[in-house]
């Protein structure tokens, strides 16, 4: 057997290996909104997203104008005998960075600042490759790389412990909530709405092949079988 006779393609665009517990099976055609089941270990393969693009775009875009709302105004502002001081989010890392607690800082940059940019940033490249007839082949590239910028973006993190602080330091100071707080928030639960329309899979789909040749073998002998 020479290796042609393997590692090819799959002529059937619906053969599907469950990601629980590899089970191979076929897909059925869903309707918008509908989900498939494992018949073996029960859980979700895939549910059909009702215009996936469309609504994965408008909530991307609300979330970069949502995020650089929320980087430029203040997010805390502090009165302390008499004195008053307020921060940005990069203001708040910048301070930490000066006040001994490098590594926190660093940390509060790249989670709460860095890593939501690259995920809201990837998904709107993403998104917009994909609107186009053939999605060329870095779609794909960015697909991949995409569910790594989501585990470090963690805005909600930051909210929790700036609330844990803010109980904590309201016996000795004053605390004025600013806008950015209210707006990460919101932001928190926009980001999650855009994964949650995100349909990888209908992108996966139609991008450009590594070996287009190979895709095309591959359609055609769909197209011999149907
Ligand atoms: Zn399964």
Redo the contacts with the bound molecule.
Sequence with gaps: MDSQSYNQPVADGSLIA??????VQRLPELEPGASAR?P????E?WRRRADSLNRTLALTLGAVLLYIIANTVPMLGLTIVGRDASTTVIGGAMHLWDNEQKLVGVLVLFTAVIAPALEIGLMLLIVLGAMRARPPRWVGTLLRYHPTTRIWSMIEVMMVGVLVALVKIADYATVIPGMALFVLWVLVFVLAAMSANFDSRQVWDRVRWADEARRDEAYKLAEEMS
Excluded: F, I, Q, V
């Design positions: 469950c990601l629980h517990c590899d089970l494992c073996r270990c029960n859980k393969l």
